[in-house]
């Protein structure tokens, strides 16, 4: 039976032995490059983009997305900690001993051991005056040395460099000290609140007067955190947002702070060249009604109170938008006028049903490279303005749109940009709507016209050719108005498929040609009717511009069966509202962490820069002579002790006056 002390030895081999420490450093090494590598603390839906469902579940059950925060990760921070303290338990003790002892107590035979060693047999000289002379060798050398007399020979033991076992000390501690700054930084401190009940995480979507009391941190109620806020200009607030898996808790600061004003410069590629924000921190504790005022930028936070707050980015405020709803599936001409802010959401009512509108951000500029721009050519545009919405159903499925507010040139004709996807992080599909005097109402109104029957009919009957055949010319009615229905739900694709439904095989080809040809020249006889409602005499023939827009609007009609919005929404007007994207930190175990990277600078230094060196000296009296032996070593810097002490048996050599005996004679 293994006893306890038996027991606890084992256990404190296992904790300090030097394998176990180097597994657990590699480990934190490689957890530390997946957190760098994989964004951490991202709401979750982007992860489950980004990976899929089953890998998603698969990191996420592995802590992956929080790090820092994981079990694990704490886990072997922690067993880090007690293998280095108990390394330090074990190992400290002993070096400083090893520090303080000369260690006189060594034989002759174990000196004439040493790779480092030299001997003279000095005549003519009693032993005292032997040894001033390696004394003052020692001293010359800065060597600090102890005397033992054993009556037939005395030993002198000198060091210098004994310091060096400091970088042993200071290194591991410094592993200690910077791990638990670690521990006291992370969300080991949520996690134990967590698991007693005293918080718990919110993942509804709130807004933070709303968030309840379980899930809001008081000032000081963990010692550190890392927070983000988007605050608008002229806004204020005093609180943060801590994202934590897949919801959030809100950290509440003993100060407000206030936007004042937020500006951004672009370089030629649309990137953010640099962002700044002017605050202003209210504090009636600290500074009473006077506000203090600072200026904040990308690498250079304000430091108030111990909370550290960085510019991290930037986003818009909650802009003020002004909308023009365009049916797309009905047969209303005018638009809708629409107001709202960015943030917010509007109710309507689509033709399957209640649609939320819901409004997410507003982009003074669009710097894109130029379409017909080369790979590696700086060409860019600027687009304008833009904005982006979600319409959501009520059964919570969305579909995300991003349109620009002016009309872009693109080969030599004007159209209205409006991209649509489905899912976030897919790419947009993007709908081109030809635009005639800037404006984008010709399309809308012959896209609402098509879809009103009655329109259809009277305007095709004008057009109609006098014929003998009045059934062929109703059979043909049908066919067109079958066709134009075909294409408005579906485009040329339904035309299509129809064709290969009612048509034998061998005639498919033939047969799909001349429904192409019959639904062109039926829009084509509608969109006449459309320049006409204008004013324009068709009779006299269309100029080039109006043939063109005709074929883009074609390729317009054809692709909003797959827009799947009941409206175009067109950006009339807007008031920008800009928003500076707030970091705020506040680390207990900073200064910590700081004390421990200090040690551990400290210690390297101490490693790489000095050496321990001992040289021993023993001396005798051998037939009327002095035998003098001198053997030492250093524990590390090998190459320049053996230069040291040849330049001291040298030194020994000139003070004695007799040169040193070759290796072996005499022994």
């Not at 909308?323 to 638009?335: K, M």
């Not at 109402?441 to 009103?452: G, I, P, Q, T, Y």
């Not at 002490?645 to 070759?662: H, I």
């Amino acid at each position: 039976m293994i006893s306890r002390r038996t027991l606890g030895w084992v256990l404190l081999e296992f904790l300090g032995s030097m394998n176990l420490a180097i597994t657990l450093l590699v480990a934190i090494a490689i957890a530390s490059v997946v957190g760098t590598v994989l964004q951490q603390n991202q709401p979750y839906p982007n992860y489950v983009l980004k990976f899929g469902p089953f890998w998603f579940e698969v990191f996420r059950w592995l802590g992956l997305y929080d790090v820092y925060g994981s079990l694990w990760f704490i886990g072997i921070l922690a067993f880090l900690i007690v293998s280095t303290s108990v390394c330090l338990y074990r190992q400290v003790p002993a070096m400083l001993r090893e520090m303080m002892r000369f260690r006189t107590q060594i034989q002759l035979n174990s000196l004439r051991g040493f790779h480092q060693r030299a001997e003279w047999l000095v005549p003519e000289r009693n032993v005292e005056q032997v040894l001033a002379e390696v004394t003052g060798a020692f001293r010359a050398r800065g060597y600090r040395w102890r005397l033992r007399d054993y009556g037939d020979h005395q030993v002198a033991a000198a060091m210098k460099g004994r310091y060096n076992r400091l970088g042993y000390l200071f290194t591991h501690a410094a592993v200690v000290v910077i791990g638990i700054g670690g521990l006291l930084d992370g969300n080991l401190w949520l996690k134990l609140k967590e698991w007693r009940g005293e918080i718990a995480i919110e993942k509804r979507d709130l807004s933070s007067r709303d968030v309840p009391a379980i899930s809001r941190l008081q000032p000081g109620a963990v010692p550190a955190f890392r927070g983000n806020v988007m605050l608008p200009e002229g806004s204020a607030a005093n609180f943060v947002f801590l994202r934590l898996r897949d919801g959030f808790l809100v950290q509440e600061l003993p100060f407000s702070i206030e936007l004042e004003d937020f500006q951004v410069a672009y370089y030629d590629t649309g990137q953010p060249k640099s962002f700044i924000s002017r605050l202003r921190i209210h504090d009636r504790e600290q500074l009473g009604d006077q506000p203090l005022a600072a200026t904040i930028q990308v690498n250079h936070p304000l430091v108030y109170r111990g909370y550290a707050i960085y510019q991290s980015d930037f986003g818009d405020g909650g802009s003020k938008l002004e909308l023009r709803a365009w049916p797309l599936s009905g047969t209303r001409l005018e638009p809708v006028e629409l107001k709202s802010e960015v943030g917010n959401g509007l109710k309507l009512t689509g033709s399957t049903g209640p649609l939320n509108l819901e409004l997410d951000d507003f982009r003074l500029f669009n710097l894109l490279p130029e379409p017909d721009a080369k790979p590696g050519d700086r060409k860019f545009r600027n687009f304008g303005p833009s904005f982006s919405f979600k319409l959501r159903t009520a059964s919570g499925e969305a579909r995300e749109y991003f349109n620009y507010m002016a009309p872009a040139q693109l080969e030599g004709r004007w159209f209205y940009i409006s991209g649509m996807r489905a899912r976030p992080g897919e790419p947009y599909n993007y709908l081109h709507i030809p635009a005639a005097n800037n404006s984008p109402e010709r399309f809308l109104k012959f896209n609402a016209r098509l879809h009103d029957a009655d329109w259809v009919k009277t305007a095709l009957k004008r057009s109609e050719p006098t014929t003998e055949n009045p059934d062929f010319q109703r059979d043909l009615n049908v066919v067109r108005a079958n066709l134009l229905n075909l294409f408005l739900h579906g485009g040329f694709t339904a035309v299509s498929e129809r064709a290969k439904a009612v048509v034998p095989p061998d005639r498919l080809q033939e047969a799909t040609k001349l429904y192409f040809n019959i639904l062109r020249d039926t829009l084509a006889e509608l969109f006449l009717e459309i320049l006409r409602e204008e004013g324009i005499k068709v009779e006299e023939g269309i100029g080039e511009s109006e043939d063109a827009f005709f074929n883009d609007a074609l390729s317009a009609l054809a692709s909003l069966s797959s827009y799947e919005a009941p409206f175009y929404l067109q950006l009339s007007g807007f008031q920008q509202v800009e928003a500076s994207g707030l970091q705020v930190t506040h680390s207990g175990g900073t200064f910590i962490v700081y004390a421990g990277f200090l040690l551990l600078v400290t210690g390297v230094f101490i490693m790489f820069y000095t050496s321990h060196r001992r040289i021993w000296v023993w001396l005798a009296v051998e037939e009327g002579a002095t035998r003098l032996v001198v053997a030492g070593t250093a524990n590390r810097r090998q190459a320049d002790f053996s230069q040291e002490f040849s330049l001291l048996q040298t030194t020994l050599s000139q003070r004695l006056g007799v040169a040193a005996l070759a290796l072996g004679e005499g022994a």
